[in-house]
């Protein structure tokens, strides 16, 4: 099975990663300010080595947040789960500045995780506008998780900012239930110069339409003296608009719930205390520095832990800052090549080289793979022939009536006969 088993998984890249100190990204992003990037090649000292495609799969790395919400009799208590779930689905980016490689059109991605319970598959299913499609499935048919996403990046002088355009669909079976949200902001500061710092903010909504509750969460801008960075605070609210729990923590560490007035009561006490009296160094405007990062998150008495970030490997500075379970997206198992197709991203040879540490062959290959693409793309607009999509179609979201690309089934059967040679 592809990338099943955890005990076989690797537990570092086979080479560390390429230095880039010697470019300059001021050169190639002088001229963008204010535009979208999605159009714009960016060196591939830049990247990282995994695809965009692999790296959506992240969002599955705390499926346990799942399984557990699935266990859970009480509808209020499953969504406190499901908004862990969410928060953790984005914890990943933390300090994550090398850029994935775009997808090429009709790549793909495989996640089978067997000990974990569940399997995925992901389709770049457009290229200008570039989206990529993905459908997780439990193995006990206990839930369904899905979506589209259309990252829209922007450059703005000092800073790169990412919408991640597409909204997310959990369905938890046994339960009849759908929740829907759509992540929030990232931004990717000191482009130019300085150390690259990351915040992601912006109110995240998440509705459980089987039962009108409705968790608003609101991943906090970093503001003039750091004291928000990384904070993500919200609530739970019944159809009838009644509070039911606070969610607070971060994003970077853990998430806790706790009853409404108990919160209310603590913020009345922290005021009259003060609550942090420590000095904070200021945010420098010239640079745009990251703050220092304050001290863990205050635990309020009577919370419920809902989740916490599994530490990153010792090594992972020097791996990307690659989590353990990033480190483990691209590696091709024996006999694992056999039963993939052949547009999977493992047998993408730039991504490869990259990974190996071979930066001109992964230069090289990339700018291959690019004008391989653009020759394909001339060749269908020669024959007036549109780009079919091979696992998602284009159709409606039963829950949010929007446009969502859903899967159609049938990739697990392991007939790759019709698949295109993109690489």
Known sequence: MCGSRQQNQMKTLPAEMISRNNFSVWSILK?????ELSKIAMPVVFNEPLSFLQRISEYMEH????????SLSDSIDRMQVVAAFA???????WERTGKPFNPLLGETYELTREDEGYRLISEQVSHHPPISAFHAQSLKQEFEFHGSIYPKLKFWGKSV?????????????????????????????NIILGKLWIEQYGTVEIVNHSTGDKCVLNFKPCGMFGKE?????????DKSKKKLRVIYGKWTECMYSVDPKVYETHKKSDKKTGGDTKKVKQVSEELDEMPEVQETVTVIPGSALLWRITPRPAHSAQMYNFTSFAMTLNELEPGMTRLLPPTDCRLRPDIRAMENGDIDTASTEKERLEEKQ????????????EWSTRWFQLGTNPHTGAEDWLYTGGYFDRNYTHCPNIY
Do not use: F
Request: aromatic share 4%; hydrophobic share 35%; with cysteine.
């Open 31 to 35: 001229k963008c300010i204010g535009m």
């Open 374 to 385: 653009r020759a394909a793309r001339r060749e269908r607009s020669k024959d007036e022939e």
């Open 229 to 237: 960075l990384h904070k993500v605070e919200g609530y739970i609210q």
């Open 161 to 189: 900012e990412a919408e991640p355009k597409g909204t997310m669909t959990l369905e938890l079976l046994k339960h009849k239930e759908a929740y829907t949200w759509i992540n929030p902001m990232c931004c990717v500061h």
């Open 87 to 93: 928060v953790s689905a984005v914890a990943s980016q």
């Open 63 to 70: 499926t346990h947040l799942i399984h557990r919400a699935c």
